[in-house]
């Protein structure tokens, strides 16, 4: 799972890097970002993806400083770092989520195992 992830992330990275410098270009990809940092977030990003979501934010407000500045190329380019990293933290959310209901879901039946007597309950 973690080697789709990265494939994710360096697909989603490549897919901007031909940016172009004007202003309508830069409110794109800004949109973008932000939305995937909200995405991350609805995903529980900020529990389980820290660091990326963090990273995500952190270049979501360089984004806007650039934009804020007029650098439209900046801004679309750390947009798209903002976007990729967000769409990350969201994955990695909902990878960790996934793994830990899979540990519930084997606990609750290595203990269905025990209580019936049946083999393979508890490891």
């Given at each position: 799972?973690?080697?789709?992830?990265?494939f994710?992330?360096a697909?989603?990275?490549?897919?901007?890097?031909?940016?172009?410098?004007?202003?309508?270009?830069?409110?794109?990809?800004?949109?973008?970002?932000?939305?995937?940092?909200?995405?991350?977030?609805?995903?529980?990003?900020?529990?389980?993806?820290?660091?990326?979501?963090?990273?995500?934010?952190?270049?979501?407000?360089?984004?806007?400083?650039?934009?804020?500045?007029?650098?439209?190329?900046?801004?679309?380019?750390?947009?798209?770092?903002?976007?990729?990293?967000?769409?990350?933290?969201?994955?990695?959310?909902?990878?960790?989520?996934?793994?830990?209901?899979?540990?519930?879901?084997?606990?609750?039946?290595?203990?269905?195992?025990?209580?019936?007597?049946?083999?393979?309950?508890?490891?």
């Amino acid at each position: 799972m973690t080697k789709s992830l990265v494939f994710l992330a360096a697909a989603l990275f490549a897919s901007g890097v031909a940016i172009a410098a004007d202003r309508s270009d830069a409110e794109m990809q800004l949109a973008q970002a932000e939305n995937a940092v909200q995405s991350a977030e609805r995903d529980d990003a900020a529990r389980y993806a820290v660091s990326d979501l963090d990273e995500a934010r952190a270049m979501l407000r360089t984004a806007h400083v650039a934009y804020d500045s007029r650098a439209w190329t900046d801004s679309a380019r750390y947009a798209e770092r903002a976007k990729v990293s967000g769409v990350l933290a969201g994955a990695r959310s909902r990878q960790q989520r996934a793994e830990i209901a899979t540990t519930e879901i084997e606990r609750s039946v290595s203990t269905l195992r025990d209580q019936l007597g049946l083999p393979g309950g508890t490891p």
